[in-house]
């Protein structure tokens, strides 16, 4: 580890020794800048160490665009080309890190998130950064341009840099160090924020859907999943979970980050098989209840819960009428249900909105205070889930420190 000449001197300070903030300081050290980290918490990179089950989902092999939510959804566009999951796979290739494509490009490590972690730290000490932590960060100064334009009061004392890169992250997950300080900072030096909201959350409901949740909590089936109308329209394909209260699987976690209050959701629980021939057939040849029937066609929990709710679903299937079999396939084909709320920043993996990127340079995320940087979640850039938060924290990362170091 390098000691700068002068010790309260930095060429940059960057917050934050998340993803992006470690990523962004190991560049910027080996491209020799003098780089201070610093985090609140006495632990580097909490959310990588727990995310992906503990073996982080750390890239996807499909990025773009479309991938992320943002008020300015081309904003990602400059920095995820310049720094491509490809070159961070080059990354872990060269330091013999395994990993593993699990489902539609999500890629894995093998053995833990901690080889991750152990990577970046390498980055960061092959840079000579210096890191505190615990230490907060009680008040940024911009003063006079020159070489120190940002005096920093921390825990241990003062310090003067003439960048300062807000690698703070979003507001999901509190206990494990998350807070609004890149907010606050950016509203301290009059830049916009788009309001922020938990993403990638499960979805809860009123007791009245309790009741029909709780013995269903557990059941998984693979689902098309929509909201919005018309243009807004959104839909994903993939895995949906019933809990005590609510509905969370990856369906609905993507579906919340573009999910309003008070509008519905809907849902196909059957997107594979036209459930409608299909209990047509079954009422020519069959004397089995309906619910065993549609057991053939979703999980056997669901298809008995569903048939109980109403009396004409609840006979054999020779003997249903017509119309009862058209709208139970329709009610599975079609469940809209209107969530009251989601499980909130306790749970979410991400927080959609942040710093808004109208003031803020695609090409190198300096913002329009001149100094100030702001890279990954605290910016309004959210990632579908897959990898793409990560990725998104690399590329933005790899931006700013090429920035920094021109
Ligand atoms: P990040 O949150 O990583 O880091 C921010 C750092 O700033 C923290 O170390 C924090 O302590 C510090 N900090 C905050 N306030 C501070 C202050 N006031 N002073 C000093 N330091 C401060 N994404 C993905 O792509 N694949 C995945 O598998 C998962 N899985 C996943 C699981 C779970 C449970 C969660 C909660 C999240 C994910 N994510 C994910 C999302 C991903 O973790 C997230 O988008 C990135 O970690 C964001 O990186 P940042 O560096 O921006 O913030």
Redesign the pocket.
Known sequence: MSIPANPSSFDVVI???????LFCAGIAGQRGQRVLL????AK?????R???GGR???TNLDVGPRNFLSDNPNFCRGALSRFTPRQFIALLQRDSIGFHEKHRGQLFCDRSAEDLIDLLLRECAAGGVVRWQPC??REIRASADGPARYALATDRGEVQARSVVI????L??PK????D?GYRIARQFGLRTVEQRPALVPLTFDERHWEAFAPLAGVSLPVDIATGEKKARTSFSEDLLFTHRGLSGPAVLQISSYWKTGTPISVDLSPQTALQPALQDAKATSRRLLGNVLGEHLPARLATAWTAGDAAWQRPANETADKALAALAASLHDWRSVPTGTEGYRK???TAGGVDTRDLSSQTMESRQAGLYF????VDVT?WLG???????WSSAYSCAQALAA
């Open positions: 917050i934050g020794a998340g993803a992006a903030g610093l985090d609140h918490s580097v990179a909490e959310k990588i727990i995310s992906g982080a989902n750390f907060a960060v690698a703070t992250g979003g999901s997950i494990i160090g998350a807070s300080f979410a993996e991400v890279i990954g979640e605290v990632g990898g793409y938060n990560f990725q998104w924290a």
